[in-house]
């Protein structure tokens, strides 16, 4: 199983981003998949999640409005589109895959965002 993180980087306050999670090793179309992200110092924090085939999605209320998690299960994908970034999104944005237990879970390795003038 890997889960590989990219599109991070640096932008203005009210800038966008688009993260990508490119997955292997698993029938990636059979898992729910999350966004997660950790700011220093904080705890990880669910900012996103999408059911197998795309059709629902979930944020957390930080996000709603701003962001917009979408997969594409025949290129193996997941992304978060995000939109008026703020400085208090800063973090490292994870994805994940959902086992059926959380035992089963597998995370990526991370991508940084920073957000500052």
């Known amino acids: 199983v890997q889960l590989v993180e990219s599109g991070g980087g640096l932008v203005q306050p009210g800038g966008s981003l688009r993260l990508s999670c490119a997955a292997s090793?698993?029938?990636?179309?059979?898992?729910?998949m999350n966004w997660y992200r950790q700011a220093a110092g904080k705890e990880r924090e669910l900012v996103a999640s999408?059911?197998?085939?795309?059709?629902?999605?979930n944020y957390a209320d930080s996000v709603k409005g701003r962001f917009t998690i979408s997969r594409d299960n025949a290129k193996n994908m997941v992304y978060l589109q995000m939109n008026s970034l703020k400085p208090e999104d800063t973090a490292v944005y994870y994805c994940?895959?959902?086992?059926?237990?959380?035992?089963?879970?597998?995370w990526g390795q991370g991508t940084q965002v920073t957000v500052s003038s």
């Open positions: 999408i059911n197998s085939s795309g059709g629902s999605t």
């Open positions: 994940k895959r959902v086992g059926v237990r959380p035992m089963y879970d597998y």
């Open positions: 090793g698993f029938i990636f179309k059979s898992y729910d």
